[in-house]
């Protein structure tokens, strides 16, 4: 299972970005996705996650009201729409998907846990 994330730059304040990540692997069957950031020194945080078949979501409260996560489950993609981004959003931006995979065991699957390689989102005053 790979993650792929894309999207994310240098803006100034006031200004949106559209991250998107794509998950490679037949086998995985998504059961929810998420983004999350990191800013150096500090804690790797939730921004949004999603269920992917019933789009239930959940927000950071710092981002609720700017931020949509969405997903295109034909695409197997999840976006993270940034609005009115603001300096303290600064950070590296990664996916996660939850999910499983089968193993060699007939009808037992194990339970994981993916992330991508993270894309720098930076944003001036």
């Known amino acids: 299972v790979q993650l792929v994330e894309s999207g994310g730059g240098l803006v100034q304040a006031g200004s949106s970005l559209r991250l998107s990540c794509v998950v490679s692997g037949s086998t995985f069957t998504i059961s929810r996705m998420g983004w999350y950031r990191q800013d150096p020194g500090k804690q790797r945080e939730m921004v949004a996650r999603?269920?992917?078949?019933?789009?239930?979501?959940n927000y950071a409260d710092s981002v609720r009201g700017r931020f949509t996560i969405s997903n295109d489950t034909a695409k197997n993609t999840v976006y993270l729409e940034m609005n009115d981004l603001k300096p303290e959003d600064t950070a590296l931006y990664y996916c996660?998907?939850?999910?499983?995979?089968?193993?060699?065991?007939?009808?037992?699957?194990?339970?994981?846990?993916?992330w991508g390689q993270g894309t720098l989102v930076t944003v001036s005053d």
């Open positions: 996660k998907a939850e999910g499983t995979e089968p193993t060699s065991a007939s009808n037992v699957v194990r339970y994981l846990e993916v």
């Open positions: 999603c269920t992917w078949w019933n789009d239930s979501t």
